[in-house]
């Protein structure tokens, strides 16, 4: 799939996306808006659209460093514990400070999920039986003591409805003033492909890094950071996205290999488009009312994960 068809794609569906809603503007309105028009255009359509292009880019690329990292098709976000960690996070910092603000409980979150895919990675580590299934078997195990362990904080301090806000991702309450830690994701993905030909070295394993003379252990922090980091801004502002940090990187390899680099423009532009796709869908199949995307993008996620189980089963990958 070459780039300039996901990139029309990414336009077509971003300039769809800003004149979908319950609000009636049309594209011949631009030329004559009206101010109710341009406040919903400039509050919510056109903040909506960039949350949901850093969403899908930023949690795709993530999805595509812990798969390197890791030497695993099946790790993400989801199935790593990460994003149940960063809930907790957001928990705790609403339970010790009452008062924090949005940047506070991101920094709080990011320290959780921080640790929280560290145990994972010390988890790997100390198995033996490293099955391409058995892996992330293990990570959604790990992801439910988590949440458990959330819940159960919750109760205790009734606050399961705000900590239920965060188990659906949702787009129809991002509005401007409301969405903006997300762009903290953009310098990290920078960061990240500055790193990418490390990672890909890293991928390789701990003895061969060595032998090429380059830092593992630090590659991988700085992966995990990344993951972390990214995973902490998009929770807080959207919620949980599933599966999407698992499929798109598994989407790309199979037509563009498994050199991070050359994959990593490929990864965030099919990441964007897919979220796109899927909030449109959200949007328009009980029109005027709206689905949230963690439904349509399980559902399309899960069938699409399915078949690349399948497709493994087949081809013996």
Not at 82 to 88: E, F, K, N
Not at 305 to 312: E, Q
Request: net charge positive.
């Amino acid at each position: 799939m070459k780039i300039r068809y996901l990139v029309i794609a990414l336009v077509v569906f971003s300039f769809a996306s800003v004149f979908i809603g319950v609000s009636n503007v049309s594209p011949l309105d631009l030329f004559n808006l009206t101010e109710a028009q341009q406040q919903v255009l400039l509050v919510s359509r056109i903040p909506r659209l960039f949350s949901i292009i850093i969403a899908g880019m930023s949690m795709s690329i993530v999805g595509l460093i812990m798969q390197q990292l890791t030497r695993n098709k099946f790790v993400s976000p989801t199935t790593a514990g990460t994003l149940d960690a960063a809930r907790l996070g957001i928990l705790v910092s609403m339970m010790v400070f009452t008062a924090a603000s949005p940047l506070q409980k991101m920094l709080v979150s990011f320290v959780f999920a921080l640790l929280g895919t560290f145990i994972f990675m010390k988890i790997l580590e100390k198995i033996k039986f490293k099955d391409a299934i058995f892996i992330p078997l293990i990570g959604l195990m790990f992801g439910n003591i988590i949440g458990s362990i959330s819940t159960f904080f919750a109760y205790q301090n009734d606050l399961i409805q705000n900590m239920s806000s965060w188990m659906q991702g949702d787009f129809s309450m991002i509005m401007s003033g409301n969405y903006e830690l997300m762009f903290v994701s953009v310098p990290i993905l920078i960061l990240a492909y500055i790193y990418a030909d490390k990672f890909t070295i890293a991928g390789m394993g701990e003895d061969f890094s060595k032998n090429l003379g380059l830092n593992y252990r630090q590659v991988v922090n700085l992966g995990l950071i990344i993951s972390a980091l990214v995973t902490a801004s998009v929770v807080l502002s959207v919620g949980v996205i599933p599966f999407l940090g698992l499929i798109i990187p598994n989407i790309v390899t199979i037509y563009q290999g498994d050199h991070l680099k050359k994959s990593l423009l490929h990864t965030a532009l099919l990441g964007a488009v897919f979220v796109l796709f899927c909030d449109i869908i959200g949007r328009v199949i009980i029109y005027p009312y709206e689905i949230p995307i963690s439904l349509t993008v399980g559902v399309i996620g899960s069938g699409i994960f399915i078949y690349l189980l399948l497709r493994r089963k087949k081809y013996g990958l």
